[in-house]
């Protein structure tokens, strides 16, 4: 009889005993699941230390560029680019470019603005500074010294900064004082022992587990973009592994290289150490619980919402006593809402309502001081009633929310926004079942107190101008006004402030500013309501309001109302640049809100032309609020443009199809029939 080996070697079959054929089966099962596992094992052990291999690479190109090997270090850097994950991926990519801006042709673009056909050795010794590759720093700020000697300070300041990061203090330290000196700082001396000092304090804190933390905590939570940064805070975790004694202190330091591998993009090395503390702490609930709603949670930023929902229920299921429950039970019915499957999203806020959740529980940063869970749930209930439009049961479940299960907070400016914003929801409630006396009242008693927002104040005096009562309206502010001023006087406030600065303090005064833009658009003075346009605020690439872009938008709005008259002056202030923001924003933003017919032309000419990409967004932006017409315009942007209008065009189209419906607009109030004096 022939073996097995054999009879396979020959192609013929061989029979063996069932009890025979079962054990190598099992055999074989086996076999195949260990092989499996020492494969997985393997690549989760690579993925741990990845970084320390990109980090080597980084360095050794950055040795070759010192070495005027600028081919070979390109080699690398491109072996890394098309090798590594994409967080990696992408600094390789920045680092060539950094690279090519530098170095002569043929890799330098000589249409870039970097471009030196002699390269340029002060970006070069850049280059090998932020590769970590010191030596090949301060062998490129020399050359740099000699082809442009009245930089000299400055090159000495870097070759001083890369031997203190070499690890040569004293000889960094003795360049750096002669460079004070030169520049006849005071108390060089003081500031040199001060370095000294504090050289010696971090490295007495990297020797227990509680200060490395620290440190690394300070190192990358203090938003430097720097690869070489986040890797020397990676190695000095690293260093920390072998002082590791509870599940506790592992948690809160791999936690800690999870987030400095989330600042580099390594999505996979980030799961492989979740893995590995997965695997060392098992049968700790909280650990595995608080590991499960990390990974639901960037399921969900990557837009991968079902997943997210499976494993956000998996954590409500398996960990129903952790501390995690409250915050997967709430993002459950926050999915489901976002789905528009209001039913179920009511069902689970009401889990979370019913549960045993601590509304009290620390929230996730400095501005979320608790969670909150109830009070959340119950607004919820409340938006997803009015988004089902039963008015009524979103008017009793915002009342729950304000009456039962209050917001609470030890922040002052997080109490108070929160307030605001309840109010301004039970507002949309009432006026959506027609009390508009009610919604009214509630404004007019905030006006008296603690002020409206923007959008509070623009929606009050939309509502009077509905009643056709705005000069009701205008006489409250000022009894208001001389109400505040009166009681500030009798308690001796703001006796030493000018009195314009008073009066800008008083709590109407974002409703006496939005009356004053009003009353520009009602005398037509375009002239005024363009200045306001092109104030100064924070940066926008969508129009979405911010604390600072209420005028704007406001004189955007009234400009809007202008029609063909507005549109041309508009028109006529501006013209269409090719370069830079070009116009200011928010006049894009009241040209796309103007019906004019002779405003989607304009705003298409000035579209097609911007490469900022603020400008283009905001371009597009406008463009969108043209209906039909404009979608076209933006679609046809999709397909041919480039760059940022490109991109633009892209994610707005991606935008209108997920965008929810318009919601039903309240009845308007009868003329004559809103409050006309202050509530007692």
Known sequence: MLSVEASLRHGRACRLPPMVSAVVAIGVVLAGASWCYARHAKD?????????????????????????????????????????????????????????????????????????????????????????????????????????????????????????????IESGLELYRALLRKASVPDVEQRIEEIRQSRRQREEKSKDLESILGLAHKGYSQGYSSDRRYFRVLELLESALPMVRTNNERQRLYGHICKCLYKVGDEEGRTAWENRLLQETKGDVEIAATVSVDR?????????????????????????????????????????????????????????????????????????????????????????????????????????????????????????????????????????????????????????????????????????????????????????????????????????????????????????????????????????????????????????????????????????RGGDEAATAITSHVEVTEEGLGVPVWLVYALGKNPSAKTLPWLEAHAWKRTNWYAASCAVHAISYKGESGRRIIEQMARKGEGNLKLAAERLLTSLADAAAEPDKWPNPEPGSLPKRLPQ
Request: one cysteine or more; charged letters at 25%.
């Open 44 to 168: 989760n052990n690579a993925a741990l230390y990845r970084w320390k291999e990109v980090r080597a690479s980084f360095q050794k190109a950055g040795r070759l560029i010192g070495g005027e090997r600028l081919e070979e270090a390109r080699e690398i850097l491109l072996s890394v680019k098309q090798s590594s994950p994409k967080g990696y991926a992408q600094r390789a990519d920045w680092h060539l470019a950094w690279l090519d801006s530098a170095i002569p042709a043929p890799h330098a673009d000589p249409e870039s603005p970097f471009y030196d056909p002699n390269g340029r050795p002060e970006e070069l010794a850049m280059v090998c500074f932020k590769l970590e590759a010191y030596e090949a720093a301060i062998h490129w700020t020399k050359k740099a010294s000699q082809t442009d000697p009245a930089r000299a300070k400055t090159h000495a300041g870097i070759v001083a900064r890369c031997l203190y990061e070499m690890r040569k």
């Open 296 to 560: 639901a949670q960037r399921a969900y930023y990557a837009k991968r919402y079902d997943d997210a929902l499976r494993r956000y229920r998996d954590v409500c299921k398996r960990f129903p006593a952790s501390s995690q429950f409250g915050t997967a039970q709430f993002n459950v019915a926050v999915i489901l809402k976002e789905q528009k499957e209001y039913d179920q999203a009511i069902t689970e806020y009401h889990k979370l309502i019913d549960s045993q959740v601590n509304d009290r529980d620390p929230g996730g940063n400095i501005m979320v001081v608790f969670r909150n869970y109830r009070h959340r749930a119950a607004l919820g209930i409340s938006n997803c009633y009015l988004e089902q439009r039963q008015y009524e049961k979103a008017l009793e479940y915002a009342y729950l929310a304000r009456d039962k299960h209050k917001y609470q907070s030890s922040c002052g400016t997080c109490f108070e926004g929160a307030g605001a914003s309840l109010q301004y929801h039970i507002e949309t409630c009432l006026l959506h079942l027609g009390r508009h006396t009610e919604a009214v009242q509630m404004g007019l008693q905030d006006l008296k107190q603690t002020g409206l927002g923007a959008g509070r104040a623009s929606r009050l005096i939309s509502l009077y101008e509905g009643a056709v009562q705005v000069e009701d309206l205008v006489r409250m502010v000022g009894a208001a006004d001389a109400a505040t001023l009166a009681m500030y006087k009798e308690k001796g406030y703001y006796q030493d402030m000018p009195p314009q600065k008073v009066r800008e303090s008083l709590p109407s005064a974002v409703l006496r500013e939005l009356l004053h833009i009003r009353n520009f658009g009602q005398r037509r003075d375009y002239d005024a309501l363009i200045t306001i346009c092109e104030s100064p605020a924070s940066a926008t690439d969508d129009f979405s309001p911010s604390w600072d872009r209420w005028p704007q938008v406001a004189a955007g709005d009234a400009l809007a």
